[in-house]
Structures are given as structure tokens and as C-alpha cells.
């Protein structure tokens, strides 16, 4: 299961991070956020090492979702460095998020 992102950890577990960060804003009662879940889980195992991949509840922890402006979900954001560096917002093949990812990597 993909880590868990909250208003109080995410300093530390996103922008402070050495590695690229995937973080994947949806909440329990968004039908495509639930399609995406089973993605994020398998980045999250397949990325693991390499790149943090994890969630965030908008509906538990609003603050960091009104920070980046995030007002659709599943609204992903790819963060290198501490800095939002790639945005999607919507349900795309796991195959683009890879891709996006792995741009961070280098």
C-alpha cells in the first residue's frame, strides 16, 4: 500500500525528500480516485528505492490541498527537490505516470 501523506508529514516526507515524489490527491468518495489506487500501489512497489510514490486525503487534510490549489481529483503532483516540478489531473495509464516519474530521476 502506498505511504500516506497528511498536512503534518508532508514537509518532511514530500519536500524534504532526496528522491522524486509522487503524490496522489483524492479522497474515499471519488470513483476515478478509486480506479487509481491499484496504480499507485503497484508504483509503489515498483518505484520503491528509487522514488517515493504515496497519498494524500483532501477530504482529512485540506490545508496541503489548498496550498498547491489542487480543486479536481485525482490530482497528481510530481515533486523533485522540494519544488512541484510535474502536475496531472485526472486518471492517466500508469505507463504516462512512469514516464513522468522517471524524467525526475536523472
Known amino acids: 500500500m502506498a505511504k500516506q501523506f497528511t498536512d503534518s ?39 520503491d528505492g528509487k522514488a517515493v510514490i504515496g497519498k494524500l486525503n483532501v477530504d482529512e487534510n485540506p490545508e496541503v490541498a489548498a496550498t498547491y490549489g489542487v480543486r479536481s481529483i485525482p490530482t497528481l503532483l510530481i515533486f523533485k527537490n522540494g519544488e512541484l516540478v510535474d502536475k496531472q489531473v485526472g486518471v492517466v495509464p500508469k505507463s504516462e505516470l512512469v514516464k513522468k516519474i522517471e524524467a525526475q530521476m536523472s
Do not use: H, Q
Open 9 to 47: 508529514n508532508f514537509e518532511t516526507e514530500v519536500l524534504k525528500s532526496d528522491k522524486p515524489v509522487l503524490v496522489d490527491f483524492w479522497a474515499e468518495w471519488c470513483g476515478p480516485c478509486r480506479m487509481l489506487t491499484p496504480v499507485i500501489d503497484e508504483l509503489y512497489t515498483e518505484m
